[in-house]
């Protein structure tokens, strides 16, 4: 484990936090989880995976948190939509914005360059939103997109990535990597909870 959590750490070129858990399911469900309370809300693409099985129904390991649905074309958010989501009611009775869940590469094949990662980042963090990417496609992203590993999550603003294995060929098992270390806090006792030793 401690070697394969160095590997990755020699891939993103960054010291960060890596947990193992044995699919993307769990991977997404908790990493979210690990960003909100229950009574936060996750912006993601209306197509996104994560909408359709990853939140929407294991309260279990999400801690009961809503999904907001965002527009854009061929599978990417558009910045606008973000503001959008982040001001459309301010009111208790409206599950405040937490999370910005992102999909690299789309569940349509497209990638976030890493100039529209900026751009949403920037967007994100206006309104204190956390970034997740889920990169189940990940190495699928960088090789069409010509960048390094690092150049698409950190130094984009990610703050957590899952990282894809069993779509690159391992049997099972997926990487949650946490660059913004602070957000790791008792993840280990998270996936202990969620069966994920």
């Known amino acids: ?18 947990y193992f858990v044995f699919n993307g ?3 997404n469900s908790l990493s979210l989880a690990s960003l909100c309370q229950s009574y936060h809300s996750i912006l993601c693409h209306e197509i996104a995976h994560v909408e359709a099985s990853e939140c929407g129904a294991p309260e279990f390991f999400a801690n009961g948190t809503k999904v907001l649905l965002l527009a854009g074309k061929s599978g990417k958010i558009d910045s606008s939509a973000i503001e959008r989501a982040a001001n459309r009611r301010t009111d208790i009775h ?3 914005p ?8 789309t569940e349509v094949g497209t990638t976030y360059s890493v100039q529209e990662l ?3 980042a920037e967007a994100a963090r206006r309104f ?4 997740q990417m889920d990169g189940a496609r990940f190495a699928n992203a960088v090789v069409s997109l010509g960048v390094t590993p690092k150049e ?3 130094q984009a603003g990610v703050d957590v990535l899952c990282f894809g294995g069993t779509k690159n060929g391992i049997a099972i098992g997926e990487a949650v990597v946490f660059f913004n270390k602070e957000l790791a806090r008792d993840f280990d006792y998270r996936c202990k909870q969620g069966g994920q030793l």
């Open 25 to 27: 399911t769990s991977a």
């Open 94 to 96: 409206y599950p405040k």
């Open 128 to 131: 204190d939103l956390r970034i």
């Open 152 to 154: 698409i999550t950190w």
């Open 118 to 120: 900026r751009v949403l």
């Open 98 to 105: 937490r999370a910005l869940s992102l999909t690299q590469a």
């Open 1 to 18: 484990t401690s070697k394969g959590a160095d590997l990755i750490r020699e891939v993103f070129e960054t010291d960060c936090e890596v």
